[in-house]
């Protein structure tokens, strides 16, 4: 698929095409397919030196690494997205990259570990429409964790917090939000 790209320089469009492939294959339920795409996006990333694209790769690569089960690569991968995004100090990345590095720990069973995470998302979400998702997302998934702890009380507040800030849904993609969270 991917060999038949032309040109392997590190240009900022050959990494943006191949982090397009990669999250058309995610949607398409093929992680291994995407993970092919993030791993050249972020090796052409790394040899341009461009840092936010290299965020933008290593994010992704972080999140096909844990969908195929790699959980150290992407907790590896997840970490150094922040630690870039905090250094560009781009606030909505480090969040976005605060849920991914959860989620991830959400498939290590590390609940605990997951929720400060998401916590520490929530802190630095702002109040655009991206930052409300990011919190929205975050909510959902302390709510999650928490009752996989066994914190019943915990979990029903985030969700509470999250249904409040959601308001009714306005769009299907808010409705089949609405009803993930409820499940």
């Known amino acids: 698929h991917l060999k038949s790209l032309p040109s392997p320089e590190a240009t900022p469009q050959r990494i943006e095409v191949l982090l397009v492939v990669a999250q058309y294959y995610y949607l398409a339920a093929k992680p291994s397919v995407a993970l092919e795409a993030a ?9 341009a030196n461009h840092r936010k694209l290299m965020r933008w790769s290593l994010s992704l690569l972080g999140v096909m690494q844990s969908e195929t089960g790699n959980l150290p690569g992407a907790t590896a991968s997840l970490s150094e997205a922040l630690e870039i995004a905090q250094e ?6 480090e969040g976005r990259a605060w849920v991914n590095l959860g989620v991830s720990l959400i498939a290590a069973a590390q609940y605990s570990d997951s ?23 975050a909510l959902t ?16 507040r985030a969700l509470n917090a999250e249904f ?4 009714e849904p306005q769009t299907a993609a808010d409705a089949t939000a609405r009803a993930s969270a409820e499940s």
């Not at 409040?164 to 308001?167: K, P, T, V, Y």
Request: hydrophobic share 40%.
């Open 164 to 167: 409040h800030d959601a308001g």
């Open 39 to 47: 791993t050249e996006a972020e090796a052409l990333a790394r040899r």
């Open 88 to 93: 560009l100090q781009d606030k909505t990345a």
């Open 115 to 137: 929720i400060s995470s998401f916590e520490r998302a929530i802190a630095l979400s702002g109040s655009d429409a991206a930052g409300a998702q990011m919190r929205r997302n």
């Open 141 to 156: 998934n302390i709510g999650l964790c928490a009752l996989h702890l066994g914190d019943v009380r915990t979990g029903l």
